[in-house]
T-cell receptor, first 113, second 114 residues
Framework: GEDVEQSLFLSVREGDSSVINCTYT??????LYWYKQEPGAGLQLLTY?????DMKQDQRLTVLLNKKDKHLSLRIADTQTGDSAIYFC?????????????FGTGTRLKVLA | EAGVVQSPRYKIIEKKQPVAFWCNPI?????LYWYRQNLGQGPELLIR????????DSQLPKDRFSAERLKGVDSTLKIQPAELGDSAVYLC????????????FGPGTRLTVL
């Protein structure tokens, strides 16, 4: 079956790096995404990676993909208080000529000043 | 460029009442999604439209939920009658045709059923 798992909470100090982890079960993922959700808001795309890549860097964000272990991580360098939010990992799975999106349950990141 | 627009932002109703949510996607996005997000969970797809065609409605509780996207642009999601368990945030998203399938989300409608 398809499942995306994330740890529920992460707390870091301002200026430190944050690493948010995600594991998925479906090996037919084509794209994997990281979204950020602030209170009362919708999901905001942060970055995404194609499944044949193993790393993508975008300013303070680094995505690492280990396809063998079905593990995805998001590293936020120099974490700021404005990074406090819920982070969702999602995968896009191709199936029977179409596709579907599966979201994880989200990791709540708390940044301490 | 305007993002995905949803209305209302909040809705409080009593159980057994009907309710409707509206979504206007980003201009030029032919794919539109409706999700339900329960507290502390990730979004779960209810229905996906490609233009005006519903291509995935397998998770839509069809006994009480309905959706339409008549002209392939804006969309309405309806619940009739609402139940206590329908309390959630209803998110609309849109994307362009393309391999990356990046979705852009609206702010959501928070529904409370009393």
């Amino acid at each position: 079956g398809e499942d995306v798992e994330q740890s529920l909470f992460l707390s870091v100090r301002e200026g430190d790096s944050s690493v948010i982890n995600c594991t998925y079960t479906d090996s037919s993922s084509t794209y994997l995404y990281w979204y950020k959700q602030e209170p009362g808001a919708g999901l905001q795309l942060l970055t995404y990676i194609f499944s044949n890549m193993d790393m993508k860097q975008d300013q303070r964000l680094t995505v690492l993909l280990n396809k063998k272990d079905k593990h995805l991580s998001l590293r936020i360098a120099d974490t700021q208080t404005g990074d406090s939010a819920i982070y969702f990992c999602a995968e896009s799975i191709s199936t029977s000529g179409t596709y579907k999106y599966i979201f994880g349950t989200g990791t709540r990141l708390k940044v301490l000043a | 460029e305007a993002g995905v627009v949803q209305s209302p932002r909040y809705k409080i109703i009593e159980k057994k009442q009907p309710v409707a949510f509206w979504c206007n996607p980003i201009s030029g996005h032919n794919t539109l999604y409706w999700y339900r997000q329960n507290l502390g969970q990730g979004p779960e797809l209810l229905i996906r439209y490609e233009n005006e065609e519903a291509v995935d409605d397998s998770q839509l509780p069809k006994d009480r939920f309905s959706a339409e996207r008549l002209k392939g642009v804006d969309s309405t999601l309806k619940i009739q009658p609402a139940e206590l368990g329908d309390s959630a945030v209803y998110l609309c998203a849109s994307s362009q045709t393309g391999t990356s399938r990046v979705q852009f989300f609206g702010p959501g409608t928070r529904l409370t059923v009393l």
